[in-house]
């Protein structure tokens, strides 16, 4: 019997181990007065005035908890709020059917038009963008000086024969030094091939094949999917390309530089005498800023022309009005007719003047929402003194963006999202004590799968915390802590255990006085 026993404790020893090295694994969760608590519940609420969004029952079919990817688009996918259309282009017309088009306000990020944005184009000149761009971040002495040496003047020599001559160049003459930011000019203004084969050759220590890698490991950088460069100044090869979307990422980003604006913003150029030639006079070929040309608009602010028989004429423009900053890559746009005639004038320049006529008349600045506007609520507040059971949200400013005047602000979507980005929903919830203005999320504001922009979200006021409530709730953390379940399983296990033992002891006595008592007898 003893040895069976003995099995016995042995079996129950290791339960109770078990039991002890399973309660140690639990992980805490809150005690059940806590969790009745956390239920919570989210909804979008509308204005006093009325206007608030008439797309926010949408919101509440949509699944709980999204980070909102099916929200809206982003990067070459958004949706332009002119709904790919525009009244004054024939969609008919065949020679329209190569023009691929990407246009942007700046200061909001609104996408307002965008055409064939994805397919490849030839980029023509529009490629010394991209020269100026390393030439600025890989050359930080502007005064640096570069000679056209013979070398260089017969590679330049040998590509305007292949083309059949006649491509442009600034007239620089061999042996000519000019310094790095005179060769800015001459790229970004006559569109000199001679001057972008300069800095290449600078740049890339003495390769042109280096600088390309450059210039293609640059536009990867940049989030460019559809680019690829072959040279620094655009002259036609097959394997030379990109899309409207990728040159709107490329100009986006040399805007940031200071000399690049004022560069392409320059309507013509005077070197001053240099060690070979008096003056070079350098006129843009971008007329639309220049005064007297004909094609001069006065709200057009840069930035780059370009024109091949393969690409079609091309044309970058930046431009302001009213505070805000408009970038139109054009592509494509004809140049020969359908006979193979040239057509005039400049269909590049004529199409960008409808483009910002149109943007201007048609594009209001409008209020979406005002500072202090209710826009969402958190229908479930934690250890709130009096009962309070919700917090209303507000917008932290007012926010106005430019969209087409005939179109309504209740059109616009309104998503809110919480601190950790996800989309408010049923499992938020808000703990007391809050601090009224305190950030408690973002409002996305959407129109037509494009973000406008977005304001904070606040708290509209303070709650305060039960004192009782939260007595409560630190006790309850207290007995869901790790080491405190541990500490009280073990102790409850050992008492067990001792309980388990005395009482086998107590057996033991008894079946040996029980057995004395018989010897004796």
Known sequence: MQGKERVAMKKFLAFLLSLLMAGSMLSPGLPAFAQAAAETSTETQEEDTGSEIQAAGEQDTESEGSTGSSDYAEGSEKLDISQGTVPFIDESDPLMENLAVYMVELTTDTLIHSRNANERRYPASLTKIMTAILTLENIPDLDQEITFTAELQNYVYEINLSYGGGISTGGIVL?????????????????????????????????????????????AELGCQGTHFVNSNGLFEEDHYTTAYDMYLITKYALQFDLFREIVSTPSYDTGPTNQQENLHWDNTNQMIVEGSGFYHPEITGVKTGTLEESGRCLITTAEKDGYEYLLVLMGAPYMDEAGN???????????????DWVFDTYKAKTIVEKGDKVSSINNVRLAKDGKDYLQLVSAETFTALIPDNIDVSNVRRIAYNNNGERIGENDYVTAPVEQGAKMGTLKLILYGSVLGEVDLIAAEDIEVSPLLLTLDEIGQFFQNFWFRFVFLFVVLIIVFSIVVNAVKRKKRKRYRRVTRRRHF
Do not use: C, H, W
């Open 175 to 219: 042996n000519e030094t000019l310094t790095v930011e005179q060769l800015l000019y001459a790229i970004m203004l006559p569109s000199a091939n001679e001057a972008a084969v300069m800095l290449a050759y600078e740049i890339g220590d003495g390769s042109l094949e280096r600088f390309a890698e450059m210039m293609n490991e640059k536009a």
């Open 342 to 356: 040239y057509i005039t004038p400049n269909q590049a320049f004529v199409l960008t003047a409808q483009f910002y």
